[in-house]
């Protein structure tokens, strides 16, 4: 069993990872200040050692210094919370394996502790010279044989999906206008590239334009260019997006969220395809198809006063409306193996499926993120993942949890009789839920508070329905201490 020394002067972290390290099979010893470090290695040595920057009594560098007389080789990882490039290069140049930032997620720290120690047996073997070769820093090794799917989308089986198809293939030879609607995530995007890529204009540029990203005070310069010196910053001349996609297809993702006043100088470049830079006094003539996306109706936004009612009218020449996930429940699987696939192409991994609980979490999970949100949760589960299949361990808290926190699955625009558990391809086992509360090795009054820290944050998800802003509110913490606190519990503590 491979040894671990943890130097750090915050119990409650040494605790964690203590926990989390011997459960990943490795002996562990933990030590709070540096000197009783160095004192421990003086009679022992760790095969690795892991060690916060700011200690009590010493910094990182003197302990890597010291650590470095005593054994060269070991590999030594740094804990910082000034992730600022010329610490992490210091670091490095003095021997250091690697950094790691705080908050510190245990996924992250195992793939770089698992690398150091590859690393530091490969120097005492001898090397092919294709092993040799200097590697990206932070890639995964790559297995042979694993391709990426040839398809970057993919559409689904349903019958709402194969009536999408049959729109597309109807409307794509022309040059008609299109609205997509569908919530955030459900693959607006891969419809506007499927329409481009099956239309006359498939050799000339796809422009996608996320309309939600860009600033009031710049979005004229980004849609329509600029000429030199029209505002101040103008050094040069810029082509803007709609310039650049001149003879294929712009897609104007979240259309409702553009500037009012952009909407008016939109409406001539639909109407009359042309457009003038800022700053500029000649028109360019444009050919140019326009596909446009929204997660809201137009003709709302345009009786609320958001969206021009002309320039409505002027996209409204053919409308897409795409169904989230939850409502197509029996993709889910299909959309999370081609995700799957593609991850392992991107990590050198040969995971071959998921478990029947995670197939069943994901059936039953209303995926309110949509593709997008499923695509992370794999991802991330991916890189969790050692075994052969995914098991429901390397899912998300809110994933596992979400029917226990009284996450909401009900959806206004959804049918109120819909059972995703029915509409699944097969039945799978159900899943048996690990307890929430984490299992603790010792009855300390540390302990303790750690365990009722954890009550009050699974309480305040409880009466804030999961809306993290909420619960953070209800805590007096800001939302990004309440995010990294879930994940330390979920992970440290193997949820």
């Not at 639909?270 to 830079?277: A, C, D, L, N, P």
Request: proline fraction near 5%; charge should be neutral.
């Amino acid at each position: 069993m491979q040894k671990i020394l943890v130097i750090d002067d915050d119990r409650d972290m040494c605790m964690l990872l203590n926990r989390f390290l011997t459960r990943q099979h490795f002996e562990v010893t933990e030590m709070y200040n540096g000197k009783k470090a160095l004192e421990f290695m003086s009679q022992q040595k760790p095969d690795l050692v892991l060690c916060d920057f700011r200690l009590e009594d010493m910094d990182g560098k003197q302990v890597l210094t010291k650590t470095r007389e005593m054994y060269p080789g070991i590999p030594f990882i740094v804990i910082t919370g000034y992730s600022d490039v010329k610490l992490a290069v210091e670091i490095l140049k003095m021997g250091a394996y690697d950094y790691v930032t705080k908050p510190v997620f245990p996924d992250e720290i195992l793939i770089t502790i698992r690398k150091a120690l590859d690393a530091a047996s490969r120097n005492h073997v001898p090397q092919s010279s294709e092993e040799s070769k200097p590697s990206i820093p932070g890639a995964l090794p790559r297995r042979q044989g694993i391709e990426p799917p040839k398809e970057k989308y993919i559409f689904g089986n349903t019958p709402e999906m194969k009536n999408i198809l049959k729109q597309i293939e109807l409307v794509s030879p022309t040059n008609y206008s299109v609205i997509i609607y569908g919530e955030s995530g459900s693959g607006k995007e891969a419809i506007a590239s499927k329409i481009h890529e099956q239309s006359k204009r498939k050799d000339k540029p796809f422009i996608a334009i996320d309309c939600g990203a860009m600033s009031k005070e710049l979005a004229a310069s980004e849609l329509f260019g600029h000429e030199k010196g029209s505002f101040t910053g103008a050094l040069n001349q810029k082509v803007g997006s709609l310039e650049l996609a001149n003879g294929g297809t712009v897609f104007l993702d979240e259309i409702a969220n553009l500037p009012y006043d952009i909407q008016v100088s939109l409406l001539r470049v639909v109407q009359e395809r042309k457009i003038r830079r800022v700053g500029g006094n000649k028109d360019i003539e444009l050919d140019l198809r326009i596909i446009v996306a929204s997660n809201e109706k137009l003709w709302d936004a345009a009786r609320n006063g958001k969206f021009r009612e002309d320039l409505y009218h002027r996209f409204n020449e053919f409308s897409i409306n795409l169904p989230p996930l939850r409502e197509r429940a029996e993709d889910i699987l299909l959309y999370a193996r081609h995700f799957l696939a593609l991850t392992n192409a991107e990590l050198g991994k040969g995971i071959s499926d998921f478990s029947r609980e995670v197939q069943q979490v994901f059936i039953q999970y209303p995926w309110f993120g949509n593709l997008r949100e499923l695509k992370n949760v794999v991802k991330r589960a991916a890189l969790l993942t050692d075994g052969e299949f995914v098991e429901v361990q390397a899912l998300p808290f809110e994933i596992i949890y979400h029917d226990k926190l009284n996450f909401s699955t009900q959806v206004p625009d959804s049918p109120s009789n819909f059972n995703m558990y029915q509409a699944a391809p097969e039945a799978v086992a159900p899943v048996q839920a690990a307890p929430l509360k984490p299992v603790l090795n010792d009855l300390s009054l540390k302990s303790a508070s750690i365990d009722a820290e954890y009550e009050m944050i699974v309480e305040a998800l409880k009466q804030s329905n999961f809306n993290k802003t909420k619960a953070a509110r209800l805590l007096n913490i800001d939302r990004k201490t309440l995010y990294n606190k879930m994940k330390q519990y979920q992970q440290f503590n193997n949820l």
